[in-house]
């Protein structure tokens, strides 16, 4: 059965484009050799109907399995086999950045259209599990709030945790941003990318490049990033980066984690933005209140309507977007407001900075600046502009750039653990007494009582509620609170740009 699994691999090849049908020959001895054959035993029959590849790759794990060339069938082990498999279909890196400037002479949105769809067609995205992500949107006071249970992110096998530990440690690639991994076959600490291809581009004028994130968590979700392994630093060229991003791929929206511990990224070792072809809720937030800077008249400045406190700036000039920009980060790094529990610094320990995500808006240049603190007390060891202990039970984790837009990448866990609160509260059975849920009670006990519950409305309705939640978290989020005090303090640092 190999050789049928082979000869569907290599026609799915060739039908997205993988595989030209000069090398299909080469291309299906390469896969026999991989399993071990010398020969094709039979003459494969024309493929009638072509199954997803996750389900050809399945057959092939299994053959694998049962011949010994897969020691176990975990997650792990499977992933790191699959993408092997993969890559010998996959093209060079020249082949495939050759093809991507042809597509961009022709327009930058047909470039990442095709770009976004041989990353799936490789498996370097894979679309048979984000499938599986819970995601829906809710309409709120800010507008239409997206949020996802992320499912598409697997959990380690407790069988690779232990090999894991034993695994040679290793400092190659330094991190999963860095050039190095594309084609690196990866090991039990580090996913394999022999499918992964990345496009160069420059960003005032550094070398950068363009991949997408595997677990999109939004439409052709990008990450942009800097060919050195340098840690990730906001500032002027930051501004001037993400505005000469957009110029360049006007369709898309670019943006950076903060570059401080608890309000940045995951991966603050290396310097990078995110992006992507996604129209988020902050986008569409109008201007609240509206002022000039004195040193920048000609850019449009202003607060917008949203959870956190945001600074928005228009003009038609990058450059003067990004010296404004510069100008109000100067301030807001030394800004201390003891009265609105601002403090720039503690100990030596600075805690101002900024996320910023640019956008074309017409022909206008869109520049939005998040004010972020990072301040901790004994009352809140994981920051005070953090998620609050209170909801906890549904969000924990950093508030970083992609929850700072308006969407929410939610845990896993949240997806067991809401099924068994419908079941729970349909039955009228005790959520304080099931140990999978009991961290859920007070939040749920709050809500229960305004609805009439129906095995047809319960899951919309926790849907709804785990939204409010949301919008909380990011008002936790907020240096400056949506209150009149929070208001007048943001006033006051207005008046100091």
């Given at each position: 059965m190999i050789e049928t699994y082979i000869h569907e691999l290599v026609h799915y090849g060739c039908t997205h484009g993988l595989v030209a049908e000069a090398d299909r020959i080469y291309v299906t001895n390469r896969l026999l050799e991989f399993f071990g054959l010398t020969e094709a035993s039979t003459e494969p029959e024309p493929v009638r109907e072509e199954r997803p590849l996750y389900q050809i790759l399945e057959d092939m794990l299994a053959y694998a399995h049962q011949t010994g060339l897969l020691e176990e069938d975990t997650i792990t082990q499977k992933d790191l086999l699959d993408t092997k498999i993969m890559g010998l279909l996959t093209p060079l890196p020249s082949m495939v950045r050759k093809t991507f400037q042809e597509k961009y002479s022709v327009s930058p949105k047909e470039a990442t259209d095709y770009y976004y769809e041989f990353s799936q067609a490789t498996n370097y995205i894979r679309r048979d599990r984000i499938a599986r992500d819970e995601k829906w949107v809710t309409d709120t006071e800010f507008g239409p709030i997206d949020i996802t249970i992320n499912l598409s992110k697997p959990e380690k096998d407790p069988r690779d945790i232990a090999k894991a530990g034993t695994a040679k440690k290793s400092g190659y690639p330094s991190c999963l941003l860095c050039l190095e991994n594309e084609g690196y076959s990866g090991h039990m600490n580090h996913p394999a990318r022999q499918n992964h291809r990345v496009i160069p581009i420059t960003l005032g004028g550094e070398a950068y490049y363009l991949q997408y994130s595997p677990y999109v968590y939004y439409n052709e979700h990008c990450i942009i990033f800097n060919e050195k392994h340098i840690p990730m630093k906001i500032d002027r060229d930051t501004f001037a980066k993400l505005l000469d991003f957009i110029r360049q791929f006007p369709h898309y929206t670019a943006g950076?984690?903060?570059?401080?511990?608890?309000?940045?990224?995951?991966?603050?070792?290396?310097?990078?933005?995110?992006?992507?072809?996604?129209?988020?809720?902050?986008?569409?937030?109008?201007?609240?209140?509206?002022?000039?800077?004195?040193?920048?008249?000609?850019?449009?400045?202003?607060?917008?309507?949203?959870?956190?406190?945001?600074?928005?700036?228009?003009?038609?000039?990058?450059?003067?977007?990004?010296?404004?920009?510069?100008?109000?980060?100067?301030?807001?790094?030394?800004?201390?407001?003891?009265?609105?529990?601002?403090?720039?610094?503690?100990?030596?320990?600075?805690?101002?900075?900024?996320?910023?995500?640019?956008?074309?808006?017409?022909?206008?240049?869109?520049?939005?600046?998040?004010?972020?603190?990072?301040?901790?007390?004994?009352?809140?060891?994981?920051?005070?502009?953090?998620?609050?202990?209170?909801?906890?039970?549904?969000?924990?984790?950093?508030?970083?750039?992609?929850?700072?837009?308006?969407?929410?990448?939610?845990?896993?866990?949240?997806?067991?653990?809401?099924?068994?609160?419908?079941?729970?509260?349909?039955?009228?059975?005790?959520?304080?007494?099931?140990?999978?849920?009991?961290?859920?009670?007070?939040?749920?006990?709050?809500?229960?009582?305004?609805?009439?519950?129906?095995?047809?409305?319960?899951?919309?309705?926790?849907?709804?509620?785990?939204?409010?939640?949301?919008?909380?978290?990011?008002?936790?989020?907020?240096?400056?609170?949506?209150?009149?005090?929070?208001?007048?303090?943001?006033?006051?640092?207005?008046?100091?740009?």
């Open positions: 950076s984690n903060a570059d401080l511990p608890i309000v940045g990224g995951s991966i603050l070792s290396h310097d990078h933005f995110q992006g992507g072809g996604y129209v988020f809720a902050m986008a569409k937030a109008p201007y609240e209140k509206e002022f000039v800077l004195k040193d920048f008249p000609d850019i449009h400045a202003g607060i917008i309507k949203w959870p956190m406190s945001v600074i928005r700036l228009q003009g038609s000039e990058p450059e003067r977007i990004a010296d404004a920009a510069e100008h109000i980060l100067t301030v807001w790094r030394g800004y201390t407001d003891a009265d609105a529990f601002i403090f720039h610094e503690t100990d030596g320990v600075p805690h101002n900075t900024i996320t910023p995500i640019a956008r074309m808006r017409g022909e206008l240049y869109e520049l939005d600046l998040v004010l972020r603190n990072n301040i901790t007390t004994e009352e809140c060891p994981w920051g005070v502009y953090h998620p609050a202990a209170r909801y906890h039970h549904i969000k924990k984790e950093n508030i970083g750039l992609i929850e700072v837009m308006g969407l929410a990448v939610l845990p896993a866990r949240l997806k067991h653990e809401m099924a068994v609160l419908e079941e729970t509260i349909l039955k009228h059975g005790s959520i304080r007494e099931n140990p999978v849920i009991e961290k859920h009670a007070d939040w749920a006990e709050a809500w229960i009582p305004h609805y009439s519950i129906t095995p047809e409305n319960i899951h919309g309705i926790i849907q709804k509620e785990i939204s409010e939640v949301f919008i909380k978290v990011l008002e936790c989020s907020g240096v400056f609170k949506r209150t009149p005090e929070g208001q007048e303090a943001f006033a006051r640092l207005i008046r100091n740009l």
